[in-house]
C-alpha cells in the first residue's frame, strides 16, 4: 500500500500489514485513500493501485478516488472510478486554493454523485500539498453554496483553527485553548462540514487540551469521524484511539465518531 517513494516509512506498508494493522485496533473495516497531486509526485497513492488493493480484501475496505483537479479528463475519470467502487473522493491534495474555479467542477460531481469529499488543508503556501484556505473563509463560501456536498476536512490547515489564538507558521500549536476557532465555528453551524481526527494534527488538536478537547468531543460528536492515517503505526506514542479511550466518554459517543458517522456519510444501511 505503501507511498511512491522508497525513503519513506509509508512505503514500506503493504496490504498485509494494513490489515494486520486494522485487526490490532479491531476494526471490521476502513476507509483507504488515495493521494495524488501534481504537486508532489514523491506522495502519491494513485487510484488504481488503491482500488485494486481493495478488491483484494473488499469485505474489509473501502476505496476513496482522488485525482488533480486539473486533468483534462477529470469528471469522466472519476465517474469511472466511482463505477469501480469507489465511495468518495479523497484525499484531495491539489495545492490550489479552496474557492478557485478549478475546484467546481470537483463539488459539482460530487453533487452529482452524492459522494463525501476529504480535503487536507495546508498549513503554509509553502507546504508541498494540501489545499489552501489560511483563514477557513473558502471553506465556508464554497459550504454554502455546495450544500448538498459533505466536505471531511483534515489536515493541520483545518485543525489548527480549533483553537481562536492561531499562530502564524506553526502547523501543529501547542497549549491550551481560551477561545473556540473557526474550525469549530464551521462544525457547528454547517450541517455538510465534518472534521476528520486522523493523524498527528487530529491528535495534536485533541491533546493539547484535554479539558477542551473532551468537551468539543462531546458536544460535536456527530460532525467528527475517527481516522489514522497510520499515525499510531509509525508513532504508536500518539494513538488517537488510546487518547480517547481514556476520555472515558459516553457509549454513543464512541460509536458515532468510530463509525456510525462514516456510514451516514457513505449511505450505509
Request: proline share 7%; aromatic share 12%; charged share 20%.
Amino acid at each position: 500500500m505503501g507511498i511512491n517513494n522508497p525513503l519513506s516509512a509509508w512505503d514500506k506498508v503493504t496490504l498485509e500489514i494494513l490489515l494486520s494493522f486494522l485487526d490490532g485496533m479491531g476494526a471490521a473495516k476502513a476507509v483507504v485513500l488515495s493521494v495524488y497531486s501534481w504537486n508532489n509526485a514523491a506522495i502519491t497513492m494513485p487510484t488504481p493501485y488503491v482500488v485494486e488493493a481493495c478488491r483484494r480484501s473488499p469485505d474489509r475496505l473501502i476505496p476513496f478516488c482522488s485525482l488533480d483537479v486539473r486533468e483534462p479528463f477529470f469528471e469522466e475519470e472519476v465517474r469511472l472510478y466511482i463505477d469501480m467502487g469507489c465511495e468518495g473522493f479523497g484525499e484531495y491534495t491539489c495545492k490550489v486554493p479552496i474557492k478557485h474555479r478549478v475546484n467546481l467542477k470537483l463539488f459539482n460531481i460530487c453533487a452529482k454523485l452524492e459522494i463525501p469529499l476529504l480535503i487536507h488543508l495546508a498549513t503554509l503556501e509553502s507546504d508541498p500539498y494540501g489545499a489552501l484556505d489560511p483563514d477557513l473563509s473558502g471553506l465556508e463560501k464554497i459550504a454554502k453554496k455546495f450544500d448538498d456536498v459533505n466536505f471531511i476536512m483534515h489536515g493541520p490547515g483545518w485543525w489548527r483553527h480549533i483553537s481562536s489564538e492561531v499562530p502564524p507558521s506553526v502547523g501543529y500549536p501547542q497549549g491550551s485553548i481560551k477561545e473556540p476557532g473557526r474550525a469549530v465555528f464551521l462544525l457547528e453551524n454547517y450541517p455538510n462540514i465534518y472534521g476528520d481526527l486522523s493523524a498527528f494534527s487530529g491528535y495534536n488538536a485533541i491533546q493539547r487540551d484535554l479539558d477542551f478537547g473532551k468537551n468539543f468531543l462531546e458536544k460535536l460528536n456527530k460532525k467528527l469521524l475517527y481516522g489514522t492515517d497510520l499515525e499510531p503505526f509509525f508513532s504508536p506514542q500518539h494513538s488517537l484511539i488510546d487518547l480517547l479511550m481514556s476520555m472515558k466518554l459516553r457509549n454513543e459517543i464512541y460509536e458515532n465518531i468510530l463509525y456510525k458517522n462514516l456510514e451516514g456519510l457513505l449511505h450505509f444501511s
